[in-house]
Protein backbone atom coordinates (compact mmCIF):
# COMPACT_ATOMS: atom_id res chain seq x y z
CA UNK A 1 0.00 0.00 0.00
CA UNK A 2 1.64 3.60 -1.65
CA UNK A 3 0.32 6.30 0.40
CA UNK A 4 0.89 9.60 -1.94
CA UNK A 5 0.73 13.14 0.36
CA UNK A 6 0.79 16.38 -1.81
CA UNK A 7 1.02 19.97 -0.53
CA UNK A 8 -1.94 22.32 -1.47
CA UNK A 9 -1.82 25.29 0.43
CA UNK A 10 1.14 27.57 1.29
CA UNK A 11 2.98 28.83 4.51
CA UNK A 12 1.14 32.07 4.73
CA UNK A 13 -1.11 31.87 8.01
CA UNK A 14 0.03 28.55 8.86
CA UNK A 15 0.39 27.76 12.98
CA UNK A 16 3.55 26.72 14.07
CA UNK A 17 2.55 23.05 14.81
CA UNK A 18 1.48 22.59 11.05
CA UNK A 19 4.59 23.57 9.91
CA UNK A 20 6.68 21.83 11.98
CA UNK A 21 4.97 18.68 10.76
CA UNK A 22 4.74 19.63 7.53
CA UNK A 23 8.73 19.97 7.42
CA UNK A 24 9.21 16.63 9.06
CA UNK A 25 7.03 14.98 6.14
CA UNK A 26 9.45 16.60 3.99
CA UNK A 27 6.25 18.80 2.31
CA UNK A 28 8.63 22.23 2.52
CA UNK A 29 6.72 23.97 -0.46
CA UNK A 30 3.72 24.07 -2.59
CA UNK A 31 3.33 21.27 -5.02
CA UNK A 32 5.12 18.96 -3.17
CA UNK A 33 4.62 15.21 -3.26
CA UNK A 34 5.84 12.42 -0.80
CA UNK A 35 5.25 8.71 -1.17
CA UNK A 36 5.25 6.13 1.46
CA UNK A 37 5.49 2.29 0.87
CA UNK A 38 4.46 1.40 3.90
CA UNK A 39 3.41 4.25 6.84
CA UNK A 40 3.97 4.07 10.06
CA UNK A 41 1.83 4.52 12.91
CA UNK A 42 3.69 8.35 13.34
CA UNK A 43 3.73 9.00 9.14
CA UNK A 44 -0.22 8.16 9.58
CA UNK A 45 -0.75 10.39 13.01
CA UNK A 46 1.21 13.22 11.01
CA UNK A 47 -0.84 12.96 8.11
CA UNK A 48 -4.24 13.15 9.91
CA UNK A 49 -2.65 16.18 11.56
CA UNK A 50 -2.12 18.20 8.37
CA UNK A 51 -5.13 16.67 6.35
CA UNK A 52 -6.73 20.20 5.82
CA UNK A 53 -3.53 21.25 4.01
CA UNK A 54 -2.59 18.17 2.47
CA UNK A 55 -4.41 15.91 -0.58
CA UNK A 56 -3.77 12.55 0.48
CA UNK A 57 -4.89 9.15 -0.85
CA UNK A 58 -3.39 5.43 -1.75
CA UNK A 59 -1.89 4.89 -5.32
CA UNK A 60 -1.31 2.02 -8.08
CA UNK A 61 1.93 1.15 -8.81
CA UNK A 62 1.81 1.91 -12.25
CA UNK A 63 1.16 6.12 -11.41
CA UNK A 64 4.25 5.40 -9.18
CA UNK A 65 6.32 4.21 -11.56
CA UNK A 66 5.19 7.14 -13.95
CA UNK A 67 5.64 9.76 -11.22
CA UNK A 68 9.61 8.01 -10.66
CA UNK A 69 10.15 8.30 -14.58
CA UNK A 70 8.96 11.88 -15.05
CA UNK A 71 9.70 13.85 -11.42
CA UNK A 72 12.59 11.70 -10.50
CA UNK A 73 15.18 13.22 -9.14
CA UNK A 74 18.92 12.06 -7.62
CA UNK A 75 20.68 13.34 -5.25
CA UNK A 76 24.82 13.73 -5.34
CA UNK A 77 25.22 10.14 -4.46
CA UNK A 78 22.88 8.63 -6.97
CA UNK A 79 20.08 7.72 -5.03
CA UNK A 80 16.33 8.88 -5.43
CA UNK A 81 15.41 12.21 -3.28
CA UNK A 82 12.67 11.36 -0.71
CA UNK A 83 9.95 13.82 -2.60
CA UNK A 84 8.62 14.80 -6.09
CA UNK A 85 8.08 18.32 -7.07
CA UNK A 86 5.22 18.43 -9.36
CA UNK A 87 3.46 21.23 -11.43
CA UNK A 88 -0.07 22.95 -10.34
CA UNK A 89 -2.79 20.44 -11.58
CA UNK A 90 -4.01 21.21 -15.43
CA UNK A 91 -7.79 22.34 -15.41
CA UNK A 92 -7.52 23.81 -11.97
CA UNK A 93 -8.39 21.66 -8.88
CA UNK A 94 -10.91 22.42 -6.02
CA UNK A 95 -8.89 23.64 -2.96
CA UNK A 96 -11.95 23.69 -0.64
CA UNK A 97 -13.26 22.02 1.81
CA UNK A 98 -16.84 21.31 0.95
CA UNK A 99 -18.29 19.89 4.37
CA UNK A 100 -20.53 16.76 3.63
CA UNK A 101 -20.51 17.24 0.02
CA UNK A 102 -17.11 15.10 -0.58
CA UNK A 103 -15.94 17.85 -3.31
CA UNK A 104 -11.99 19.14 -3.00
CA UNK A 105 -9.09 18.07 -3.41
CA UNK A 106 -7.73 18.28 0.26
CA UNK A 107 -8.16 15.71 3.00
CA UNK A 108 -8.24 12.02 1.42
CA UNK A 109 -8.52 11.81 -1.81
CA UNK A 110 -10.16 8.55 -3.54
CA UNK A 111 -8.89 10.18 -7.16
CA UNK A 112 -5.22 10.33 -6.04
CA UNK A 113 -3.89 8.64 -9.35
CA UNK A 114 -5.85 11.26 -11.52
CA UNK A 115 -4.46 14.09 -9.67
CA UNK A 116 -1.05 13.31 -9.82
CA UNK A 117 -1.52 12.27 -13.42
CA UNK A 118 -2.91 16.08 -13.81
CA UNK A 119 0.09 17.42 -11.48
CA UNK A 120 3.08 15.82 -13.90
Known amino acids: ?10 QIGLRKEI ?4 QRLR ?4 YVCVVFDKPTKVQLGMI ?3 RDFVAFG ?8 ELVGKRGQKDKEGKLKPFFRLHPARGGMDTKKHFGVGKGVL ?3 KKMNEL ?3 ML
Do not use: W
Open 1 to 10: MKIAVIRITG
Open 19 to 22: VETL
Open 27 to 30: LRRK
Open 116 to 118: IRR
Open 107 to 109: GEN
Open 58 to 65: EISDDTYK
Open 48 to 50: KKV
